[in-house]
Structures are given as structure tokens and as C-alpha cells.
């Protein structure tokens, strides 16, 4: 039995010259054979001519408020005293590449990864020891650092296994009902090998401390393509779908997790090894790896809650526009998509730099600690600056290369695009500042930095701007404001990183003086 029902009623197309409709406003009407009810009536015949079960459900979910067209539908649902085996909330959204994923990417990828929490935060740990001369302890956070990538393996096993939390976090995304099955099927699988995952990427930072970044890179490379290869086999070939994807995603963490050990566990000439008696777990020793760790873990965290208070506010405000929650939401998704092309580098160079800052930090080489971060801010500064010019000046084209066609929406996706990267030039001396005092032993003042971005000062203004910038500036709509709060908030963010990095260059000057 399927059940075809409509959350935004009104949608319509494009009006032909003999076949006009009524608007009640842009790519919108009440008329029931011009709307989406139209396409939803002549689905419902050609599945009834294959002999299913099918009611469809016309009630209008956007009358006088379309506000509350996201809350109506559950009402229409639970007036059903039966379930359906199918459920189906028809829209006329356009495809955008990337879209059919959305729910698992947010839901797998984007949200906060233990590994990150524990991986990251030991390879700083060792990183220092092995600065120190201490390379015992540096085997021990190595060691350490598995022990409790098993015990988080544990844990996110629980969770995924767990349907009432599983569903509880799809309802936190707004997973339609159409994916949830989908996403619920991919969450457990990635759980139940999610201990692969902790090694192959978590354990993975230790292969660069050893100063072995060819390999750590080549570890990494080793999981991507054994899982393109095994998602070929299993979703081109076999037609497992999303079930298949999630496995193939699995053994590419095996590949990985496979090439890490082997290196750990196998040779000889490594400046550390994994050894069984350093895998006692040490409490002293764990607090100080979660300590070090946490500002990655804030990074993650701080993306999942960003992207579920954007998407709420995008839903809010893009349904008062022309433009449409929907279309809304499909213009985000290529802004972050863009954000993500453009950070990633930055990343890159400021967790490359993290071994070399932990390693001459604790060895009191201070000076070679100030010319390491000045250097990283001066490359990830020229990386930041080369993106800006191509983001500002391509804004129209990338919008294209991400399917999006539609004159309007291109305008916008193009605005948004230029708005949200304003201060991307100087991004790059944020993320390699904040990543230097988690490097040197100072994890307090890397939360607190990496916190100004992700929450402290964005979220507060995802829901200021769009009150206040209209009445400011009323050519802007509270949609258009919900893309300026990045850039003010990577401004309040820089400078705040400013004064400490200012503050920490005065110490280190102590620190030369006192070593000297």
C-alpha cells in the first residue's frame, strides 16, 4: 500500500503559452491541474494500473501559512488509523547532482567522529614526546590511542545498533521518510566498522609524526581506491545499492586500516611501534590524548551543528522568497561544497605542520617553532587568497558546474558564493593559528579559537542577521542575511585569533630568553 501526499501543495512549472495557470505567486498556484497534486494524481494512476494500493492525499499543507507546511503533513499522517508500506511526499524540486546523498552525508561523513577526537589528540601527544627524547611515552600514546579507538568502536556500535537513537538522529536532519530506511541501513554498517575507520584515518596522523608523510598520504589513497573499486562491484555490478555502498565504504576502511598496521606493527625502523603493553590503557595518559584531541572533535561537532541550524534557518526564511526553501537549501549545498574544496587545503597544511610544531616545541627549539607557524600562515594564507580570486570571479560558472540552470537560482547560488567567502583570505592564518596551540600542548585555547568560528559567533548570528541586516538594509532579504553571517563571523574570529597569537609571541620570546 503506498500513500502519496504533498508538503508544499502550490508548487507548479514553467506556464506554456496554451496552457496558463493562475499564480498565486513565482513557480506557485492553488490550481490542482496546473500543481504538483497533478503529476502526484497521475503517479497514483499508473501505480494502481500495476496493481498497487494508493491513496492519494490532496490536503493543502500551505494554506494562509506556508510557514508550517513542514508540520502540517504529520498531522495529515497520523489522521491515517492505518500504515502504509510506501510513503511519498511528491515536490517539483529540480534534480541537483549530489542531492540523493544528502541524508547519509550528513548523517555518516559530517557528523562528529570519535576517531577524531582520539586520533588527533594522540598524534599531538607522541608528537611532543618524541620532541622530548621520550619515545616510551610516544609508544604509549600510539598504544593508548588504539585501545580507546576499540572502546569508541564499542560505543558507536551501540548507537548505530540502537533504533530509537538512529531515528532520533534522522529525525534531527529531517529525513523524509522515502530515506530513512536507506540512511538507517548505511548509519549501521559504518558503524558495526567504524574500529576500521579509527585506524586507518585516526592512526593514520602517527605515520606523519614519524616523518613519513609519502606513506601516511599513500595509506589514505590505498582506502579511496579500494573503495571506489568496491563500490563498482557491488552497486554497478551486483545492484546492492545503498546497502553495497555502505560496504564497499567499510573494506576501504579495511585497505587503510590494513596499510596503517602494517606499518606499525610490521617493520622495524619506525621511530615508534605498536606494542601490546602499551595499550594499557593509563588515565593520566587517556585524559591528556581527549584533552589534545578535543579541538579536532569541536571542528566536527561544531560543522554538524552549524549545518542543522543553516539548513532550519534556510527552510525559514527561503520559503517567504521567490526563491523557495528548497531552491534555498540547493544553493547552501553548493556553497558548502565550495567551502569545503577551498578549507580542505588550509586543513591540510595546518595538521602537516602540527608534528613539526609538538616535535621542536618540546624539544625547546623556539625559534624554529615561530618560523614553522610563520611559514604555515604565509602558505595557507597564498592558498587562501587563490581561492577567493577563483570563488569571486568564477561564481557564475561553478554555479553551473553543479547543475543548477534556472536564471534565478544561478543569480543567487552566485551571491551567496561571493558573500559567504568575503574573508576567505585570511581564513587560512585561522585555522594554522588554532591548530598551533593544540600542536604545542595548549588544547584550551585551541577549543576556544576553533569554537569563535564554528559556534560562538556563527550560530548567535545565523539568527541575528536576518533580523537585523533588512532592517539596516532593506534591499537585503533575511535570506540574503543568513549568508552574511559567515563572513562576520570569520572576521570576529580572525581578530580574536589576532590577539592570541600576539599574546603567544610575546611568551615565546620569554620562552627563548629563559632556554637561551
Known sequence: SILIYHTHTHEAYEQAADDQYVAIEAWRTMDEDHSVVRVGEELARLLRERDFEVVHDTTDHEQNDLKTAYTRPMETLQSYDRRFDLYIDLHRDAYLDGMETAVV?????????????????????????????????AERALGNVVSLSLVAAVIVLVIGWNPALVSWVLDLASATPEVRPYAQTFIQILCAGFILQCIGLGVNNFIRTCGAPNRALGTMVIGLVGSVAFNALFVLALGWGV????????????????????YFCLRSDVPMRLRLPAMRLSFSMDRTILAFGLPSFCVQAGMAIVNFVIN?????????????????????????????????????IAIALQPLLGFNYGAHNVNRVRKTLWYGIGAASSISVLMFIIVEVFAVPIAH????????????????????????????FQIVSSNYFQATGQPAKSVFLTLTRQILFLVPLLYLMPVVLPQLFPQFTGLDALYFAAPVADFLSIFTTAIFVA????????LAAMYD
Open 105 to 137: 552525508d550528513s548523517n555518516g561523513a559530517r557528523l562528529a567522529p570519535l576517531m577524531m577526537l582520539i586520533g588527533n589528540g594522540g598524534n599531538a601527544l607522541a608528537a611532543l614526546r618524541l620532541g622530548e627524547g621520550k619515545r616510551d611515552d
Open 243 to 262: 546497502m553495497g555502498s555502505a560496504l564497499a565504504t567499510v573494506l576501504g576502511w579495511a585497505c587503510s586500516c590494513l596499510a596503517v598496521l602494517q
Open 312 to 348: 532550519f534557518q534556510l527552510v525559514k526564511y527561503g520559503a517567504l522568497t521567490p526563491i523557495g526553501a528548497d531552491d534555498a537549501l540547493a544553493a547552501i549545498g553548493v556553497v558548502q561544497r565550495i567551502g569545503q574544496f577551498s578549507v580542505m587545503p588550509l586543513i591540510g
Open 401 to 428: 558546474a553543479f547543475g543548477i540552470s534556472h536564471d534565478g537560482l544561478v543569480d543567487f547560488t552566485a551571491f551567496a558564493i561571493r558573500v559567504q567567502f568575503l574573508m576567505l583570505p585570511f581564513v587560512g
Open 503 to 510: 599574546w603567544e609571541m610575546v611568551r615565546l620570546r620569554k
